[in-house]
């Protein structure tokens, strides 16, 4: 499975981006569509998730700005990112897990200019 990931970009404090996660190909069974992101010198962290039964989960710093959602037919997922920040700068990854196995996508920069 591959993932490809893209929507970033260098926006301005307040401004929103959009980031999207596509699958090479249909797949029957995801157990768990993540966005994480990488800040340099800092770890991975999880940024938002969504289980294959809808339920979602966010990080603390994000709640009420970004929103997760997905297109099962598309096998997509989107993270809208709102009222973006300096400290949202960094590598955005997105993460599936399937059948157990995690897969990840190339990361695509967000970069927040105050």
């Known amino acids: 499975v591959q993932l490809q990931a893209f929507g970033g970009g260098l926006v301005q404090t307040g401004e929103s981006l959009r980031l999207s996660c596509a699958a090479s190909k249909n797949i029957s069974s995801i157990d768990h569509m993540g966005w994480y992101r990488q800040a340099p010198g800092k770890q991975r962290e999880l940024v938002s998730g969504?289980?294959?039964?809808?339920?979602?989960n966010y990080e603390a710093s994000v709640k009420g700005r970004f929103t997760i959602s997905r297109d099962n037919a598309k096998n997509t997922v989107y993270l809208q990112m709102n009222n973006l920040k300096p400290e949202d700068t960094a590598v955005y990854y997105c993460?599936?897990?399937?059948?157990?196995?995690?897969?990840w996508g190339q990361g695509t920069q967000v970069t927040v200019s105050s």
């Open positions: 993460g599936w897990i399937v059948l157990g196995y995690r897969y």
């Open positions: 969504i289980s294959s039964g809808g339920s979602t």
